[in-house]
């Protein structure tokens, strides 16, 4: 019996790193709520022409 021939494919590795890239003050010095959170990543985002991912560690 012969078994027919697949050829091999190719995959992408892609590598994500995570960098700081830069700071900045926030001058009420606490997220008091959701929307407090929301000017903040406005600030950072504004007008992005691309997929922005961010997070904020908070202590509580």
């Known amino acids: 019996m012969e078994k027919n021939h697949v050829p091999a494919k190719r995959v992408d590795i892609v590598q994500v790193k995570l960098v700081r890239e830069k700071m900045m003050l926030y001058k ?4 008091r709520s959701p929307h407090d959170a929301y000017k903040i990543f406005q600030d950072l985002v504004g007008d992005s022409d691309r997929e922005v991912f961010a997070i904020a560690w908070l202590r509580t």
Not at 28 to 31: A, K, P, Y
């Open 28 to 31: 009420e010095r606490r997220i």
